[in-house]
């Protein structure tokens, strides 16, 4: 098992730039494949990026693309994503998830989720 923590989340103005981190605990993190996601409020659950299981692989959803970066530090057991450019539209609740196998844009096939962080951007 993994638990999953999200940290970093704020109030920005459009333009501006976070750094949301995500600390998993275990010594299985490394097996695991990891995403963001965010849900707005009265919207759906959405994905946002995800790494495979050494970082080499990312994947992004379009609106993000050029603008948001994952990463991750298997060694500390962190995964990470830098927005850029942020815009009034990306204000969410942020989760990281996690899912053995390879990454998915899907929220249901991830199997650990964090609590979420709450990203606002004023306009």
């Known amino acids: 098992q993994v638990q999953l923590v999200e940290s970093g989340g704020g109030l920005v103005q459009a333009g501006g730039s976070l750094r949301l981190s995500c600390a998993a605990s275990?010594?299985?993190?490394?097996?695991?494949?990891m995403g963001w996601f965010r849900q707005a409020p009265g919207k759906e659950r959405e994905f946002v990026a995800a790494?495979?299981?050494?970082?080499?692989?990312?994947y992004y959803t379009d609106s993000v693309k050029g603008r948001f970066t994952i990463s991750r530090g298997n060694a500390e057991n962190m995964v990470y994503l830098e927005m850029n450019s942020l815009k009034p539209e990306d204000t969410a609740v942020y989760y990281c998830?996690?899912?053995?196998?390879?990454?998915?844009?899907?929220?249901?096939?991830?199997?650990?989720w964090g609590q979420g962080t709450q990203v606002t951007v004023s306009s």
């Open positions: 998830a996690a899912k053995t196998g390879t990454p998915d844009t899907l929220s249901t096939v991830y199997n650990y």
């Open positions: 790494c495979g299981r050494s970082g080499g692989a990312t």
């Open positions: 275990g010594r299985t993190f490394s097996r695991y494949s």
